[in-house]
């Protein structure tokens, strides 16, 4: 309860920085920076990278390997130069945990901020929440529930994208999900991802 109380309250005030960050810009007859692609649009983005399961491996001595190759895809839109909303699916791979293996896969809704810190580059954050869908299997005695199980949970990343162009720019992501499993459980599970990402 305590860790979810301070990723809450961090949570709330990176949320509270970026409110503050667009008004501030409201404000300005003239921005500090003008993005080099336009403001408000949609985009679309894929990208790869590495899972990271923050799990109990159960009692006993186990072959343990907690992450594994992630995939993920985005779809959104901004409302103004500084915030919009995101769908999201990510595929957290499966790792090899108590015996058995564990997998998982999210889809995400979340409020995304942009805050540009030169024409091209911009950093990113995000708050919203994950609907997962995990799947665990165990050896005899791990101590670990098998089992499907699926329900919401709190996710939030952070990142950064650099545009090459008006309609492509690269980004780099961390994102953490509150995923439901098997027992009435809900774990952590961090992703980092490289991709590409379109605007239009």
Known sequence: ????????????????SFTLATG???????????????AGGAYVDLNIGRSDYSLD?????????QGDTAY????????????????GYT???????????????????????????????????????TYSDTDVSSGVGSGVVAGNATGFGLS?????????????SALLQYES????????SHERIGVTTLGMRYHY
């Open 1 to 16: 309860m305590k860790y979810t109380s301070r990723i809450t309250t961090g949570l709330l005030a990176v949320a509270a």
């Open 24 to 38: 501030a810009q409201a404000q300005n007859a003239t921005p500090t920076y003008s993005s080099l692609y336009g």
């Open 57 to 65: 491996n159960g009692i006993g001595v186990w072959n343990s390997d």
């Open 72 to 87: 993920s895809a985005h779809i959104g839109s901004y409302f103004n130069d500084n915030m919009g909303m995101e769908i």
């Open 91 to 129: 595929d957290f791979g499966t790792a090899n945990r108590a015996g058995g293996s564990t997998r998982a896969r999210g889809l995400s809704l979340s409020l995304e901020g942009k805050f540009p810190v030169t024409p091209a580059m911009n950093l990113l954050g995000k708050i919203g929440t």
């Open 156 to 168: 939030y990343g952070l990142g950064v994208d650099y545009a090459f162009t008006p309609k492509w």
């Open 177 to 184: 999900h509150d995923m439901q499993f098997a027992g009435d």
